[in-house]
């Protein structure tokens, strides 16, 4: 009787201890999927974590080489203009050099001009030549008959007075000789104040010609 009581006993015993085991069991199983699944989400937090530092970094450094390339740009873009600018400035300098002696030549051409052009200048004064009174100058008169009276002594001693060629050389000596008084009667009147003057523009007007020239190389 004792044993018959004492199997249902033991069984109901053995299956709460095994309801207790299991439970247990179960709850360690719980705590570790617990625990693993906090580690997952922890490791998810790092990882989402990494990469945004990661990223903020990467921006940082865009950031950083965009500021770089726009400072070198505008160094570069500096560096440039002052080099126009000093090419120009270089350029500028060089033509101002070229044309000083124009410029010089010119200033004291305008003062020259001033001073003949004055009340009292010899620009004020009338230049005065008339090739006319050639022919009454007492030396050409003088020196053109003794010329001719030899060409045709000449030429009659040889017999050949009134030959074509004793009136060649009469032509010849009379033009040679007008030419040669024409261009002394000319040079005296240049010497005379006005005519002094009208040089001076000739020998100004030769310094010009001779700097354009210079200036032209």
């Keep these: 009787m004792a044993s018959a009581f004492i199997a249902p006993l033991l069984e ?15 709850k360690k199983a719980a705590a570790q999927q617990r625990g693993d699944a906090l580690n997952a989400a922890s ?14 970094g990467q921006v940082q450094n865009a950031q950083a080489g965009i500021g770089t390339a726009v400072g070198q740009g505008q160094t570069a873009e500096e560096a440039a203009a002052g080099q126009a600018n000093k090419g120009i400035s270089d350029t500028t300098g060089q033509i101002q050099q070229n044309l000083n002696p124009y410029t010089s030549a010119g200033a004291t051409s305008v003062s020259r001009l001033q001073d003949m052009a004055g009340a009292t200048g010899p620009l004020s004064k009338q230049f005065g030549f008339d090739p006319s009174n050639l022919s009454s100058d007492p030396g050409y008169k003088f020196t053109l008959d003794q010329g001719q009276q030899a060409i045709q002594r000449a030429a009659a001693a040889q017999g050949g007075l009134f030959s074509t060629g004793t009136m060649k050389s009469l032509a010849g000596y009379t033009t040679g000789s007008a030419n040669q008084y024409f261009n002394d009667a000319y040079q005296r009147a240049l010497s005379e104040p006005a005519g002094g003057a009208l040089a001076d523009q000739h020998a100004s007007g030769s310094r010009w010609n001779g700097l354009q020239r210079d200036g032209g190389r």
């Design 12 to 26: 109901a015993g053995g299956g709460i201890i095994s309801n207790l085991i299991g439970g247990s069991a179960a």
């Design 43 to 56: 490791g998810v937090n790092a990882a989402a974590k990494s990469t945004e530092e990661n990223i903020a």
